[in-house]
């Protein structure tokens, strides 16, 4: 006859899985692939053109959407969902936006893949400046 575990046991083994479902799910956003979703489903409204510096860029992760300014006047528009897992950018410094789940970083310029593990760009978003403030999607 096999012995049923003791409470120790299977309370510490309830929090292995416990933990390991959460760091599972700090990686995914729970769609079918990290591309999904990745775009906005209509305009978005992301306020004052004037935020985003010139050579520079603005991450806007409430909307996850990083937005450069190349040139003056000049804006380009990313999801900010990175293409490996799906986990939000979570910082611009200089010209690259990072990943905090698994370190990726893209060019925020481009959306082009600097360091891996990601091996697909940030999906561009459609960008207007109209009456000063900014509209993607």
């Known amino acids: 006859m096999s012995q049923s575990p003791d409470r120790r046991t ?3 083994g309830a929090a292995l899985a416990g933990a ?17 979703s990745a775009l906005p489903d209509g305009p978005v409204d992301l306020g004052a053109a004037a935020e985003v510096p010139v050579g520079g860029a603005k991450l806007y992760r409430e909307d996850r959407l990083l937005v450069s300014q190349p040139a003056k006047g000049t804006y380009k528009c990313f999801s900010a969902k990175c293409t490996h897992a799906g986990c939000i950018l979570s910082d611009v410094e200089k010209k690259e936006g990072s990943c905090p ?7 925020v310029t481009t ?7 990601a091996t697909e760009p940030l999906p ?8 000063g403030k900014l509209i993607a999607g």
């Open 10 to 12: 299977v309370l510490r």
């Open 111 to 117: 959306g082009e893949v600097l360091q891996g593990p």
């Open 20 to 36: 390991t479902g959460l760091g599972l799910t700090a990686c995914s956003s729970g769609d079918s692939g990290a591309n999904a």
């Open 101 to 107: 789940c698994h370190g990726s970083r893209f060019d």
């Open 124 to 131: 561009e978003v459609p960008v207007k400046s109209k009456g």
